[in-house]
């Protein structure tokens, strides 16, 4: 660490400093959007990245410049002891943020062991505040048990907590101001964040763009922008809701891409790479590190994989080309 080494960047200029890891491909949910309705077949428990290989990649990346680091998958905490995963995560030198984004369905059993790991803050999704939409659009899921996780992750000191919602057209558009309803009255470190729904292999829903959501609230709220900028940033545009005070952002990798400044690198559950979000890289840094490959050599491999980083993708509201592969692999 002690040494100074070039920044990880691409050949745009792009420095990279936010590495998303999916542990698991397995989700205790189906949501309609991010997995087919015919089901998936599961990777190999074999496949999967063990802990030691996460802990092996994440230090990799902090030495490289990575220092922040959010879990996801599939579910992330449906990966056996999570929490120790959380807390070797949090012990790498250099890593100075660790998030996780999940369902929410087992924080409330959960939660006070991952915040005892170091988990600093969550994403939950939540979709709809309707039980039976919420278990339609989930494919399953229980309403009552992700708020009570919500709560559960407050009461164990995670915060702040970010609210994700995948709206899809004709779906729960309807439901945007209930969301923000939910959102403002829960604590002031809550923030709510409207993502487009990107279609990947195929176009299973209808994207509705960042910019109608924010017009439709604009005609009973005053929105006046809050822009963290910089390379830190993330990509949710964001604004403040005057009359309650909520932060509301809003990712729109179609309708408003934010490719320019994109500082994110995404690693699978299965070990391979996404510079970029509509692609996945190779090789595989797990069959890199299973086939012996030393520190040296790995970080090699990195460095190219992110130096040939795509300028952006091609993916619109309507048309252009999909994003490949299933989300549910890739960590969102
Ligand atoms: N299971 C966790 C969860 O539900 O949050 C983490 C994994 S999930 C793949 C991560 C995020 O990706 C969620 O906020 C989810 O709503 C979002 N997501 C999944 N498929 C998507 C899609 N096709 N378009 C936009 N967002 C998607």
Known sequence: MSERRPPLADRFGRVHSYLRVSVTDR?????????????????????????????????????????????????PTLRADIDKLVAAVAAVPGIEDLSMTTNGHTLPVLAERLAAAGLKRINVSIDSLKPDRFARLTRGGDLARV?????????????????????????????IFDLVDYAARSQSDTELRFIEYMP???????????????DRLA??????????????????RGWRIVENGLRVGFISPLSEHFCAT??????????????????????????????????????????EMVYGKPEGHDCQVEGGTLFEGVMTGIGG
């Not at 907590?161 to 709206?167: E, G, R, T």
């Not at 005609?219 to 949710?236: F, H, I, K, N, W």
Request: aromatic share 6%.
């Open 147 to 175: 708020l009570r996780g919500i709560d559960a992750a407050r009461a164990a000191g995670i915060g702040p907590i970010k609210l994700n919602a995948v709206i899809l057209k004709g779906e729960n558009e309807d439901e």
């Open 27 to 75: 989700c205790n949910y189906r949501c309609v959007y991010c997995l087919p309705a015919e089901g998936m077949t599961w990777m190999p428990r074999s496949d999967l990245l063990s802990f030691e290989e996460v802990g092996r990649l994440v230090g990799a990346f902090a030495e490289l410049g990575v220092r922040k680091i959010r879990l996801t998958g599939g579910e």
């Open 200 to 214: 990947f292999e195929a176009r299973w829903h209808q994207t509705v763009p960042a910019r109608v959501l924010r």
């Open 219 to 236: 005609e009973v709220y005053t929105l006046v922008p809050e822009g963290r900028s910089g390379p830190d940033a993330g990509p949710a």
């Open 262 to 303: 994109c500082n994110r690198l995404r690693l699978g559950a299965d070990g391979h790479l996404r510079t970029c979000l509509a692609h996945e890289d190779t090789p595989s840094l797990r069959d890199l590190m299973r086939g012996g490959a030393d520190d040296a050599a790995l970080q090699a491999a990195i460095r």
